[in-house]
Each structure stands twice: as C-alpha cells, then as structure tokens.
C-alpha cells in the first residue's frame, strides 16, 4: 500500500499559481519507516485509517472493478458500430463480406457486454421498451448465425444437381441478409448502454462517497468522435 503525501509547490510570482499548482508525491509502505518519527507516526495513522476505510467498502470496490471491467466492452462496443454505420454500400461481394465481419463483431461485442461475464451486465428489462425487440434479434443472431452455425432465417442456400451428357453439374446459391450499416435501433442500444454505464459509475462513486465521507473521482474527458453512436 502507498501513501498519498499532498505537497505545496514552489514559490510562484502569481498566488493564482500557488493556489492552483498542487501536486501529490507517493511514498511506498515499506519507506515510511524511514521517516522522522513524528512523520513515520503521522503516515502510518494514514494508513491504517485509509486501510480501514477501504474495508469497510470492500462489496462497494468489488462492484467498481466489475463495472470498470465492462468498459472495454463498452469501448470495443461503440467503435465497431461506428465502423458498421459508415461502411460503403455497393453490391460487390467485398462490401457484403464487410458488412457480414462488422455485424459479426457488433453482435459478439453486444452480447458479451449484456451477459456481464467479468463486467456488471444488462438484463432487459433494463433496456427501453422500444429497444427490447432489436436487442432479442441480436440475441438470436448471435446464438443462430455468428456462434453457431443453427440456420438462422437470414442465411439460405440451395443446391441444384443437374445430368446431362454423362456427367453431374453442381450449382449452389446462397442469400444472406443483413442490415445495411446495422439496423437504426442499433445506435440507440449503443447510445442507451454508454450513459447506462455512466450512471452505475456514478452511483457507486456517490455511495463511497456517502459511506466513507470522501471524494471519489474517476478519470474523464471528452469522448472520441468515434463514440456518437446517432
């Protein structure tokens, strides 16, 4: 375990910079002993209180790492969707392939985030009532199509055996559908799931902040452009 050590700067000409400038120096455990011993007191005190705070939170953190967990999820979630929205349509067999491998990775990457696994998870009824039918067809095109090969509806072939002059000619066709750019509810799943995870990490930061009577932060800036999924 460190210890945060909060430090004043140097002397500035402008106060404004005094005031502002602050920095935080971190001093591992096993240094402190090392310490003047009115220092060595006063961190160790820290640390056995920080320690105890942390403990006494402890379902509270495991649900912070859970959720945090889900982020990269999130994170592949909104990025590939942004690929699939603004694939070029024609109809050469290169562009249906790339719709095909993005609408396999956005139905893998949504079902993993939903299913929670190392992350928090969505049940649906979470979801918005307008949203739950797209949600279920992603479902089924994930257990039917792209992670098992069970005939979904939007995948069909034929084949024709045709004799004649002594020999056997093989014809096959085969029809895929598939959403051009993804389906127009797929944004707002995304969209609906990125300020879902915002929530959680809000409310949980508020709880350790009622239970503890500190601050707790977590990092934030501006989302890539990548991230509107509208």
């Not at 999820?73 to 290169?94: C, P, V």
Request: a negative charge; hydrophobic letters at 40%; aromatic letters at 10%.
């Amino acid at each position: 375990m460190t210890a945060p050590i909060e430090s004043s700067p140097m002397e500035s000409n402008a106060e404004e910079d005094y005031a502002e400038d602050r920095e935080y120096v971190v001093v591992p455990e096993e240094a402190i002993q090392f310490l003047p011993p009115e220092w060595r007191d006063a961190f160790q005190s820290k640390v056995e209180d920080s320690r105890a705070i942390l403990e006494a939170v402890d379902s509270d953190i495991k649900n912070l790492i859970r959720l945090v967990g889900a982020f990269q999820g999130m994170a592949s979630l909104s990025y590939i969707h942004h690929r699939l929205s603004k694939a070029d349509f024609n109809s050469t067999t290169e562009a249906i392939l790339e719709h095909d491998m993005l609408t396999s990775a956005f139905v893998i990457a949504y079902v993993r985030l939903i299913d929670g696994g190392i992350g928090s998870g969505v049940s649906r009824k979470t979801l918005p009532p307008h949203l739950r039918k797209a949600h279920d067809e992603i479902i089924e095109l994930r257990n039917k199509r792209f992670a098992h090969n069970a005939g979904h509806r939007s995948v069909d072939g034929k084949l024709d055996i045709l004799f004649g002059d002594g020999r056997f000619d093989v014809s096959v066709t085969m029809q895929v559908g598939y959403y051009v750019r993804g389906a127009n509810e797929w944004g707002e799943l995304v969209t609906f799931l990125n300020g879902l995870m915002f929530d959680r990490l809000t409310k949980l930061l508020e709880r350790l902040k009622d239970k503890t009577g500190c601050e707790w932060t977590f990092p934030s800036g501006p989302p890539p452009a990548w991230s509107d999924s509208r």
